[in-house]
């Protein structure tokens, strides 16, 4: 059958805060401009290396407080559920290692929405854990970790990657936020835009948005910028 533009606007007027509920705004967890992740969607997160990746993409699942299934292919396990850890509870790493000592300290409560995995990192067995988990946002820690068989070289393999993670988030109706890395042309020249990302230009026409962390490694201070945004300024 043949689904026309008047379908999908009654299936969107019938349950109009589902997608809403399932979805993550930024301007919320950051008191800044709302700047929402949807169902369905796929967000390239990109970076120059040691800028905090990982922990910002965790400190938003964290915070934001929907089933995660956060797929930690660069760290072990222990050392992402730690960095869990301190962020709800806004300790140190000093504090965490210390308290993990306890026997009768127990974080379920706070990270009960959050599942960690390290599985054996091919696309079909991403496909499978979704399908599995039912998760609402699934975490690629990161997509460069990601194998896929009988590819020629680097691009062919990225493309696939995404055209990948992109179907999985629509038929799924999840958000999946992957963690991309930069080419290495412009981590040596320290080009950060959305020409950037690893893989050709196919990476940045799948995905709905592309955030791109930048700052200096020796100092504090970070800044988040959205490179692309289906449906909402910048």
Same mark, same amino acid.
Request: charged share 30%.
């Given at each position: 059958?043949? *689904?026309?533009?008047?379908? $999908?606007?009654?299936?969107?007027?019938?349950? @109009?805060?589902?997608?809403?509920?399932?979805?993550?705004?930024?301007?919320?967890?950051?008191?800044?401009?709302?700047?929402?992740?949807?169902?369905?969607?796929?967000?390239?997160?990109? !970076? &120059?290396?040691?800028l905090?990746?990982?922990?910002?993409?965790?400190? +938003?699942?964290?915070?934001?407080?929907?089933?995660?299934?956060?797929?930690?292919?660069?760290?072990?396990?222990?050392l992402?559920?730690?960095?869990?850890?301190? +962020?709800?509870?806004?300790?140190? $790493?000093?504090?965490?290692?210390?308290?993990?000592? &306890? @026997?009768?300290?127990?974080? /379920?409560?706070?990270?009960? #929405?959050?599942?960690i995995?390290?599985?054996?990192p091919?696309?079909?067995?991403?496909?499978?854990?979704?399908?599995?988990?039912?998760?609402?946002?699934?975490?690629? &820690?990161?997509?460069?970790?990601?194998?896929?068989?009988?590819?020629?070289? =680097?691009? =062919?393999?990225?493309?696939?990657?995404?055209?990948?993670?992109?179907?999985?988030?629509?038929?799924?109706?999840?958000? %999946?936020?992957?963690? #991309?890395?930069?080419?290495? /042309?412009? /981590?040596?020249?320290?080009?950060?835009?959305? #020409?950037?990302l690893?893989?050709?230009?196919?990476?940045?026409?799948? /995905?709905? $948005?592309?955030?791109? %962390?930048?700052?200096?490694?020796? =100092?504090?201070?970070? *800044? %988040?910028?959205? =490179?692309?945004?289906?449906?909402? !300024?910048?």
């Amino acid at each position: 059958s043949v *689904t026309t533009a008047n379908d $999908k606007i009654q299936d969107f007027e019938k349950s @109009p805060n589902k997608n809403l509920d399932l979805s993550i705004d930024l301007g919320k967890l950051f008191k800044v401009p709302s700047y929402v992740m949807k169902p369905g969607e796929l967000v390239i997160f990109s !970076g &120059d290396t040691g800028l905090g990746k990982s922990a910002f993409i965790q400190y +938003i699942v964290a915070k934001a407080k929907k089933d995660t299934l956060f797929l930690s292919l660069e760290m072990k396990e222990e050392l992402t559920f730690r960095r869990f850890v301190q +962020i709800v509870n806004n300790k140190t $790493k000093k504090w965490v290692d210390k308290i993990y000592k &306890d @026997p009768n300290v127990s974080f /379920a409560d706070k990270l009960k #929405h959050i599942k960690i995995m390290s599985i054996a990192p091919r696309v079909e067995s991403v496909k499978k854990v979704v399908a599995e988990h039912q998760p609402n946002v699934l975490v690629i &820690d990161t997509t460069d970790e990601l194998q896929v068989d009988f590819v020629k070289g =680097e691009i =062919e393999k990225q493309n696939i990657i995404i055209d990948h993670l992109k179907q999985i988030a629509q038929k799924n109706n999840i958000i %999946i936020i992957a963690i #991309h890395h930069l080419n290495k /042309a412009s /981590a040596v020249n320290n080009i950060i835009n959305v #020409h950037s990302l690893k893989g050709s230009s196919n990476v940045v026409q799948k /995905a709905d $948005k592309v955030l791109m %962390i930048k700052g200096d490694r020796l =100092e504090q201070v970070r *800044t %988040i910028c959205s =490179e692309k945004s289906r449906d909402e !300024g910048r």
